[in-house]
């Protein structure tokens, strides 16, 4: 009846090797509860809330003063837009907790000229269509570009935990990837690291893996979500020459509506966001009752594990990385983190059609969404439009993901209700 995994199942721990001779640790995880304060890993000073009344927020200065920067909201006076999706990181990335996912979605859209992906009329936007505007006359509406004929919506991921991510080493996504059996093999990718002077990285940020360092993710998204420009944001290639581009309208220009000079935030403010993300906690588990091991075990057993990887060890403290831009802090590094992801492409049948930095390959993939979390969702699928878990899981199509499928689909109603309960202590 079901899929016999036998030596295989060492790819559930085969990144949990030693670095070296230092201690491999869990990492400090959060209940994701905003009742509690209980967010903050360690790295750096936690600080005091910040009460704008007394004084305010300094970018790195703390925990806390990173959490309120990252919460705030721009106004037209700080540069917001011309077009944009959110006035603040937190209008997003809120649910359970400061950082997490939440019901929020962007549009992406493009089309195809001579079978190759084209994105909108415009300048950086790529396929980002900006769902709000300062002004009615520079909405962007798909309308005004007839010929996006390819559209998709992206549901909001959860940051929290993300510092972790980013502290995983290249060869440990790499060395996943080749202990995948065939059908499961993920796609890698290098992208550029912009505070690194473009230098590559195997990417793990984003439904496209757009992305691979924190600063990197968060210039693009304060530019293109809020319409910030700052020198992180790549639109021209250095720093020194980063930040002064806005976002337009579909091709048509807003200068008429941004009256602030640019670069709009001087990199301070898109140092708090990636700062904020990496003292984050990772997300941790609900209740593990006795269902809840069965499940799990069954998760394995049916080869769910392949590509949503249970454990993964990240690089050692002081290990530099994006492009040397960054050094692994302690409380970020060796620690042993269970993200259910391999933060590979993927086409299991769900892909967007949109084309990012992998190219036309990567049309129809997608990254293996990390499951941390997953209780706290409602809407699932890179779309949002799974409605449960088992709607999701039905969704799943290709040759591994047709395998898995149909594994679920054998299983006997308590098996079912076994993996369920795994799946929802997430």
């Given at each position: 009846m079901f899929f016999t995994v036998g030596a295989l199942t060492f790819l559930a721990t085969l990144p949990n090797s030693v670095a070296?001779?230092?201690t491999i640790t869990d990492a400090s995880t959060t209940d994701l509860d905003k009742r509690t304060d209980e967010l903050f890993n360690g790295f750096g000073t936690k600080g005091a809330p910040i009460d704008e009344c007394v004084a305010d927020p300094v970018p790195l200065?703390?925990?806390?003063?990173?959490?309120?920067?990252?919460?705030?909201?721009?106004?037209v006076e700080d540069g917001l837009g011309p077009v944009y999706n959110a006035p603040g990181c937190g209008n997003c990335h809120d649910n359970p907790d400061f950082g997490g996912a939440s019901q929020m979605r962007e549009l992406r859209a493009g089309h195809l000229v001579n079978g190759a992906f084209v994105n909108p009329p415009g300048n950086q936007n790529q396929s980002l269509i900006q769902l709000r505007a300062v002004a009615a006359s520079i909405q962007e509406r798909l309308d005004v570009a007839p010929l996006e004929n390819i559209t998709a919506f992206r549901m909001t991921l959860n940051t929290i935990g993300d510092g972790f991510i980013e502290a995983i080493a290249n060869d440990t996504i790499n060395n996943i990837r080749l202990g995948?059996?065939?059908?499961?093999?993920?796609?890698?990718i290098q992208v550029p690291v912009v505070e690194a002077n473009r230098a590559l990285r195997t990417a793990r940020f984003g439904w496209k893996n757009q992305h691979a360092s924190l600063l990197s993710f968060s210039g693009d998204a304060y530019l293109n979500e809020m319409g910030i420009t700052n020198i992180f944001d790549d639109t021209a290639g250095t720093l020194a020459t980063n930040g002064r581009r806005e976002n337009d309208s579909l091709g048509r220009s807003v200068t008429a509506f941004d009256g602030v000079a640019d670069p709009e935030d001087d990199g301070d403010d898109v140092q708090a966001f990636a700062q904020f993300m990496r003292q984050t906690r990772a997300p941790g588990r609900g209740p593990i009752t006795a269902a809840v091991t069965r499940g799990e075990n069954?998760?394995?057993?049916?080869?769910?594990?392949?590509?949503?990887?249970?454990?993964?060890?990240?690089?050692?403290?002081?290990?530099?990385i994006n492009g040397g831009a960054f050094t692994v802090p302690a409380a970020l590094g060796n620690k042993r983190i269970r993200p259910f992801s391999d933060f590979l492409l993927h086409d299991i049948g769900t892909g967007d059609g949109i084309v990012q930095n992998g190219?036309?390959?990567?049309?129809?993939?997608v990254r293996t969404p990390p499951l941390w979390g997953l209780r706290a969702r409602a809407e699932l699928m890179h779309d949002g439009l799974s409605r449960t878990i088992n709607d999701a899981i039905q969704r799943h199509a290709g040759v591994g993901g047709t395998f898995v499928r149909n594994q679920f689909n054998q299983l006997d109603p308590a098996q079912r209700a076994d993996l369920m309960a795994f799946l929802n202590s997430l």
């Amino acid at each position: 009846m079901f899929f016999t995994v036998g030596a295989l199942t060492f790819l559930a721990t085969l990144p949990n090797s030693v670095a070296g001779s230092q201690t491999i640790t869990d990492a400090s995880t959060t209940d994701l509860d905003k009742r509690t304060d209980e967010l903050f890993n360690g790295f750096g000073t936690k600080g005091a809330p910040i009460d704008e009344c007394v004084a305010d927020p300094v970018p790195l200065r703390s925990f806390e003063d990173n959490k309120f920067i990252f919460n705030e909201n721009e106004g037209v006076e700080d540069g917001l837009g011309p077009v944009y999706n959110a006035p603040g990181c937190g209008n997003c990335h809120d649910n359970p907790d400061f950082g997490g996912a939440s019901q929020m979605r962007e549009l992406r859209a493009g089309h195809l000229v001579n079978g190759a992906f084209v994105n909108p009329p415009g300048n950086q936007n790529q396929s980002l269509i900006q769902l709000r505007a300062v002004a009615a006359s520079i909405q962007e509406r798909l309308d005004v570009a007839p010929l996006e004929n390819i559209t998709a919506f992206r549901m909001t991921l959860n940051t929290i935990g993300d510092g972790f991510i980013e502290a995983i080493a290249n060869d440990t996504i790499n060395n996943i990837r080749l202990g995948q059996p065939a059908g499961f093999v993920g796609t890698l990718i290098q992208v550029p690291v912009v505070e690194a002077n473009r230098a590559l990285r195997t990417a793990r940020f984003g439904w496209k893996n757009q992305h691979a360092s924190l600063l990197s993710f968060s210039g693009d998204a304060y530019l293109n979500e809020m319409g910030i420009t700052n020198i992180f944001d790549d639109t021209a290639g250095t720093l020194a020459t980063n930040g002064r581009r806005e976002n337009d309208s579909l091709g048509r220009s807003v200068t008429a509506f941004d009256g602030v000079a640019d670069p709009e935030d001087d990199g301070d403010d898109v140092q708090a966001f990636a700062q904020f993300m990496r003292q984050t906690r990772a997300p941790g588990r609900g209740p593990i009752t006795a269902a809840v091991t069965r499940g799990e075990n069954l998760f394995t057993l049916i080869a769910c594990n392949f590509c949503h990887t249970p454990s993964i060890v990240t690089a050692a403290p002081g290990t530099v990385i994006n492009g040397g831009a960054f050094t692994v802090p302690a409380a970020l590094g060796n620690k042993r983190i269970r993200p259910f992801s391999d933060f590979l492409l993927h086409d299991i049948g769900t892909g967007d059609g949109i084309v990012q930095n992998g190219g036309e390959g990567t049309r129809n993939m997608v990254r293996t969404p990390p499951l941390w979390g997953l209780r706290a969702r409602a809407e699932l699928m890179h779309d949002g439009l799974s409605r449960t878990i088992n709607d999701a899981i039905q969704r799943h199509a290709g040759v591994g993901g047709t395998f898995v499928r149909n594994q679920f689909n054998q299983l006997d109603p308590a098996q079912r209700a076994d993996l369920m309960a795994f799946l929802n202590s997430l």
